[in-house]
């Protein structure tokens, strides 16, 4: 009936499937934090004994990446 008049109005299905995907971004954010922290535990340890630090920090620049794509989704702004 509004669609006549140009008015659109999102359905309930719409609004579902939008609730969910932000679920489960926001639930693999988290898990990309727990691994962000990890990794960077894992840095401090390898400089501590003076081992080669250089495959996890690309593995952080990964993790980093893939922690901004999924905050573009959410409109989360990051802060370095």
């Known amino acids: 009936q509004w ?11 719409t609004r579902l499937l939008h609730a969910a ?7 693999k954010i988290k898990r990309v934090n727990k691994l962000i922290k990890e990794n960077r535990e894992a840095i401090k340890l ?5 081992r080669d630090i250089d495959e996890l920090m690309e593995k952080q620049k990964v993790l980093d990446s893939i922690k901004s794509e999924l905050s573009v989704y959410l409109s989360y702004v990051i802060l370095k």
């Open 21 to 27: 995907k932000s679920a489960v971004t926001s639930f």
């Open 46 to 50: 390898a400089a501590a004994e003076s």
């Open 3 to 13: 669609g006549e008049h140009g008015v659109y109005i999102k359905e309930e299905q």
